[in-house]
């Protein structure tokens, strides 16, 4: 059963960069690892999602080390409205593909 | 172009009583999913629906709740005889057929279900 820890909650600055570290130490082999976002009173937002080494988009990056038994989500200079909470996404490993699980999530908290 | 539509927004019901939510996934998605948060929490995986196959269940809480999904499409979360623990914000999803492990799931607003 895949499993992923995250810290609860994060602080930060407006113009800072922030790094969201996910464990998931039971990941297999052919797994993804996605990141999503959430605004309070909305459903969740695809961010980025990768297999190993680094992954860029216009929104984020996403490092993962060679035994990918973590997961690292960049945010470069956050702004206000990044504040929301983000979760790192794997599969259940023995179920659907679509039998999903969610970490806990970390909510983010940018202050000016 | 159109987005993962959920009615109702709002649903508030007696205990004991019936509910169905409905959802509207993107056109073209094969993929369909059905989710729970409760106030505070994280999403809670519930039913899974891929192409004419089966349908994964396993994340449904107990035998009153049950999921169809009609013509590959619209798709109708059944609460019956509901109970206050039953109170959280339903939220639905959808995506392309997945590749291997690759997907993007696209939600919806979600159906916000308070049982007094």
């Known amino acids: 059963l895949a499993k992923t820890t995250q810290p609860i909650s994060m602080d930060s600055y407006e113009g800072q960069e922030v790094n969201i570290t996910c464990s998931h130490n039971n990941i297999a082999t052919n797994d993804y690892i996605t990141w999503y976002q959430q605004f309070p009173s909305q459903g969740p937002r695809f961010i980025i999602q990768g297999y190993k080494t680094k992954v860029t988009n216009e929104v984020a990056s996403l490092f993962i080390p060679a035994d990918r038994k973590s997961s690292t989500l960049s945010l470069p200079r956050v702004s206000l409205s990044d504040t929301a909470v983000y979760y790192c996404l794997l599969p259940n490993y023995g179920g659907s593909q679509g039998n999903l699980i969610f970490g806990k999530g970390t909510k983010l908290s940018v202050k000016p | 172009g159109a987005g993962v539509s959920q009615s109702p927004s709002n649903k508030v019901t007696e205990k004991g009583k019936d509910v169905e939510l409905r959802c509207d996934p993107i056109?073209?998605?094969?993929?369909l999913y059905w989710y729970r948060q409760s106030l505070g929490q994280g999403l809670e995986f519930l039913i899974y629906f891929q192409g004419n196959s089966a349908p994964d269940k396993s994340g449904l809480p107990s035998d009153r709740f049950s999921a169809e999904r009609t013509g590959g499409s619209v798709s109708t979360l059944t609460i019956q005889r509901t109970q206050q623990e039953d109170s959280a914000v339903y939220l639905c999803?959808?995506?392309?057929?997945?590749?291997?492990?690759?997907?993007?799931?696209?939600f919806g607003p979600g159906t916000r279900l308070t049982v007094t």
């Open positions: 999803a959808s995506s392309l057929e997945p590749e291997g492990s690759l997907y993007e799931q696209y």
């Open positions: 056109s073209g998605h094969t993929a």
